[in-house]
């Protein structure tokens, strides 16, 4: 009787051995394929406001003919341009996300 008991419990222990590896393997692999990192897809397009000033300070070298003759007339320019508008940026790109399975808290 206790040599039945004693191949009973060698047997159970052999078989959960067998599935724990088992299961540890499985718990490996996924491991790896997550470890191996996943691409997400960005397309979207993102609307960027722009409010701003931009000042020019320059002169300008204007040609004018008077009484038939060309002169060239040195024009000052010294203003400031506002701008206010909202320009649209479209991005497509595949961004790859790789985490370290060590650094999670599970």
């Known amino acids: ?8 419990f060698v047997g159970i222990f052999l078989v959960l ?9 499985y718990l490996y692999n996924l491991k ?4 191996s990192g ?4 960005v397309d979207n397009t993102f609307s960027v406001p722009i409010k701003t000033s931009v000042p020019i300070k320059t002169t300008i070298t204007v040609p004018v003919t008077v009484l038939g003759q060309q002169v060239n007339v040195v024009v000052p320019i010294d203003t400031t341009v506002p701008i206010d508008t909202t320009i ?5 790109a595949t961004v790859p996300v790789n985490i370290k399975i060590g650094n999670l808290p599970f």
């Open 88 to 92: 649209k940026i479209p991005v497509k």
């Open 32 to 35: 790896n394929q997550i470890g």
């Open 17 to 25: 051995f067998v599935a724990n590896a088992v299961v540890l393997f």
């Open 38 to 41: 996943i691409n997400v897809a």
């Open 1 to 8: 009787m206790v040599k039945i008991i004693k191949y009973i």
